[in-house]
Nanobody, 122 residues
Framework: QVQLVESGGGLVQAGVSLNLSCSAS????????MGWFRQATGKEREFVAA????????IYADAVKGRVTISRDNGNNLLRLRMNTLKPEDTAVYYC???????????????WGQGTQVTVSS
């Protein structure tokens, strides 16, 4: 089992950058593929980005591709999401999650953090 805690959210203006972090504890972090998802008010939770266990493979949702970078530091049990050129439509609660396999599918992620709110004003 792994426990996940997100941080780094906040209220920002459109066009700026923001770094989200996810700190992991519990079972060995490097054994998991990791992902970021987000949920806007009144909408379904959606995939944002995923990274495999060693960081060599990543995948992004079309809505964020080119503006977002997912990375991990297995030595410090950290997952990061760098978001550039933020837009109001990026406003959502952002969740990090851990899975036993590299996936974009929400149901394949077994462990979830509590989420961090990102609000982008226009």
């Amino acid at each position: 089992q792994v426990q996940l805690v997100e941080s780094g959210g906040g209220l920002v203006q459109a066009g700026v950058s923001l770094n989200l972090s996810c700190s992991a504890s519990g079972r060995r972090f490097s054994s998991y593929s990791m992902g970021w998802f987000r949920q806007a008010t009144g909408k379904e939770r959606e995939f944002v980005a995923a990274i495999n266990w060693n960081g060599e493979t990543t995948i992004y949702a079309d809505a964020v591709k080119g503006r977002v970078t997912i990375s991990r530091d297995n030595g410090n049990n950290l997952l990061r999401l760098r978001m550039n050129t933020l837009k109001p439509e990026d406003t959502a609660v952002y969740y990090c999650a851990a899975a036993g396999k590299f996936s974009v599918l929400e149901y394949e992620y077994n462990y979830w953090g509590q989420g961090t709110q990102v609000t982008v004003s226009s």
